[in-house]
C-alpha cells in the first residue's frame, strides 16, 4: 500500500513527473534548457519541490541512457534528499558534470528518484572477529 507525496510544480510548462508504480523508479525532467561544455559542472534545476512524508528519504540517480544521450555524470554519483527539505521553494536538481559538449532541453528526462525508509538507528559494536567464513575478497563472485 502507498502513501501520498505533495508535489508542487516550480516551472510553467514542465511535464513534471509520470505516474509512479509500485517498485518503479519515477523520472524527472529538465526544467530549463541547459548548454554544458566537456568538464563542466552545473545543477540542472528539475522543477519540483517536494514533501516526502517523516522518515524517508528520495534517492536520485541518473537514468540508463543519460550518459549515452547527453555525456554527463551525477557529480556526487548519487543524490540523497531527505524529509526536511520541503519547503515551497526547495527545488530538487540534478548535479552533473560533462565529458562532452551538450545540450539538455526543457521536459528531458534525464534523471530518476525512488523514496526509501531512512536508516534506522542501529548499535555499531566493534569486535576482534565477525566469525564467518571468507567470502574470496573484494570483487570474487563471478570470478570463474
Known sequence: MGFAVKIKTLVDGLKAIDAAHEGEWIDLRAADDISLEAGEYKKIPLGVAMALPSGYEAI???RSSTFQKWGILPANGIGIIDHLYKGDNDQWSFPVI??????????????????????????????????NEDRGGFGSTGAE
Open 60 to 62: 536520485v540517480a541518473a
Open 98 to 131: 560533462a565529458f562532452r559538449h551538450t545540450k539538455i532541453h526543457k521536459n528531458d528526462r534525464i534523471c530518476q528518484f525512488r523514496i526509501i525508509k531512512q536508516q534506522p538507528a542501529i548499535d555499531i559494536l566493534y569486535v576482534d572477529r565477525l566469525g
